[in-house]
Nanobody, 123 residues
Framework: VQLQASGGGLVQAGGSLRLSCEASGFTISNFAVGWFRQAPGTERKFVAAIDWGGVRTKYADSVKGRFTISRENAKNTVYLQMTNLEPEDTAVYYC?????????????????WGQGTLVTVSS
């Protein structure tokens, strides 16, 4: 049972990236999924979440209007489309599986974590 995050890289400010979170060993469609990020020397913070059906989403204020979370249950994958990136978005991004079906901003609600993918935004 694992989550594999990918899609990170180096991009200039104003650019875009799409992160992917592919699940294996379980059916991701039964659970909400979230994205979190952690910059060096800081705590891990909530970025976005999507419920099990892909109907309801939730975003941190800092990314609203720039990031979009979506899911493709047939591929057992959740995405985070990031646009208009800023240097402050530089961090390791983690996807995580929620214990339930509804979106949550609390780290403790998530019980499976991917390994993280590094996003670096240059100014």
């Amino acid at each position: 049972v694992q989550l594999q995050a990918s899609g990170g890289g180096l991009v200039q400010a104003g650019g875009s990236l799409r992160l992917s979170c592919e699940a294996s060993g379980f059916t991701i469609s039964n659970f909400a999924v979230g994205w979190f990020r952690q910059a060096p020397g800081t705590e891990r913070k909530f970025v976005a979440a999507i419920d099990w059906g892909g109907v309801r989403t939730k975003y941190a204020d800092s990314v609203k209007g720039r990031f979009t979370i979506s899911r493709e249950n047939a591929k057992n994958t959740v995405y985070l489309q990031m646009t208009n990136l800023e240097p402050e978005d530089t961090a390791v991004y983690y996807c995580a599986k929620d214990r339930g079906r509804l979106t949550s901003v609390r780290l403790l609600n998530y019980d499976k974590w991917g390994q993280g993918t590094l996003v670096t935004v240059s100014s």
